[in-house]
């Protein structure tokens, strides 16, 4: 079992930055592939971005893409994601998950975080 939570969420104006973890325990996650995944209320899970374990390649979605930065630090069990020129449309939810490799299904990753707010303002 892995057990996943995210923090640093909060409240930033908007071109602000954050940068959001995603640390495991329980079990290494070193041989796992993280993605994270974003919710606005009223609005399905949608794929943000994600970190391969084989050569830590990272992949974005076209909405974050040129101001996020995802990077992965094995000896802490940590997965971040930093995020820039934040906007209003960025404000969700935001969940890490781990799995064999980078999806953009949800549904396809095997363990979840509980989830950080991320809010921003005009």
């Known amino acids: 079992q892995v057990q996943l939570v995210e923090s640093g969420g909060g409240l930033v104006q908007a071109g602000g930055s954050l940068r959001l973890s995603c640390e495991a325990s329980?079990?290494?996650?070193?041989?796992?592939?993280v993605g994270w995944f974003r919710q606005a209320p009223g609005k399905e899970r949608e794929f943000v971005g994600g970190?391969?374990?084989?050569?830590?390649?990272?992949y974005y979605a076209d909405s974050v893409k040129g101001r996020s930065a995802i990077s992965r630090d094995n000896a802490k069990n940590t997965v971040y994601l930093q995020m820039n020129s934040l906007k209003p449309e960025d404000t969700a939810v935001y969940y890490c998950?781990?799995?064999?490799?980078?999806?953009?299904?949800?549904?396809?990753?095997?363990?979840w975080g509980q989830g950080t707010q991320v809010t921003v303002s005009s």
């Open positions: 998950a781990a799995g064999s490799r980078v999806y953009l299904n949800y549904d396809r990753y095997d363990y």
């Open positions: 329980g079990r290494t996650f070193s041989g796992y592939a």
């Open positions: 970190i391969e374990f084989s050569d830590d390649e990272p």
